[in-house]
């Protein structure tokens, strides 16, 4: 058990619906991670956020958005959604930023399988 | 960040070492090296990371070349749970946001 969560597990929705996925990080890390993987595509990284603000991001399509709320953890929205948003959604947590010197590990939930039918 | 190759398959006999190699050509001198690997959809897991040094854990050791430009992970005795997609990642630090980039990393198949 990694100590991060992401509700739901699974989830099953039909195209131009909105989903929100939700992730609490281990206790004490900062920074959230979201990661798409498809079965073409591999681990794709979407956006990170530290300690509320958002630090980096990668090719998140504009249907999709994200926020850290205050408590830390974070909701990934996924609006508009099209049959090729089908994958397993991931997130992940780390201490610092992961620009840290320190270069602490990141650590992976369970991960959401979002169907969009 | 830099580009790895991987070699795309690893089989392996249960109990035996097994040696994963990556290649970093192109890494830069405040560029670490990280492993993580993934069992069949779950999430990734974080094995170990390393800059210049070797490096060693309770879940396998990291021998970085002494130029730096590729890297072998070993787990000591593989065991048939070890079975996953192992990647090896060049993470940079920048002082600002940062993320993991995963390539297409090595399945490893540990057999009987």
């Known amino acids: 058990d990694s100590g991060v969560t992401q509700t739901p597990k699974h989830l099953i929705t039909a195209t131009g619906q909105r989903v929100t996925l939700r992730c609490s990080p281990r206790s004490g890390d900062l920074s959230v991670y979201w990661y798409q993987q498809s079965l073409d595509q591999g681990l794709q990284f979407l956006i990170q956020?530290?300690?509320?603000?958002?630090?980096a991001k990668g090719n998140i399509l504009e249907r999709f958005s994200a926020q850290q709320f205050p408590d830390l953890h974070s909701e990934l929205n996924l609006s508009s959604l099209e049959l090729g948003d089908s994958a397993l959604y991931f997130c992940a947590s780390s201490v610092g930023s992961m620009g840290d010197r320190i270069n602490t590990e990141a650590f992976f939930g369970q991960g959401t399988r979002l169907t969009v039918v | 960040d830099a580009k790895t190759t991987q070699p795309t398959s690893m089989d392996c006999a249960e109990g035996r070492a097994a040696n994963l190699p990556c290649n970093h050509s192109?890494?830069?001198?405040?560029?670490?090296v990280y492993w993580y690997r993934q069992i069949h959809s779950q999430g990734p897991q974080y094995i170990i990371h390393?800059?210049?040094n070797n490096e060693t854990n309770e879940m396998a050791s990291l021998i970085i070349t002494e130029d730096r430009k590729s890297s072998t992970l070993i787990l000591p005795h593989a065991t048939l749970r070890d079975t996953a997609v192992y990647y090896c990642?060049?993470?940079?630090?920048?002082?600002?946001?940062?993320?993991?980039?995963f390539g297409t990393g090595t399945q490893l198949k540990v057999e009987l």
């Open positions: 956020y530290y300690n509320g603000e958002e630090r």
């Open positions: 990642i060049v993470r940079v630090y920048t002082g600002g946001g940062n993320k993991l980039t």
């Open positions: 390393g800059l210049k």
């Open positions: 192109t890494i830069s001198g405040n560029e670490y």
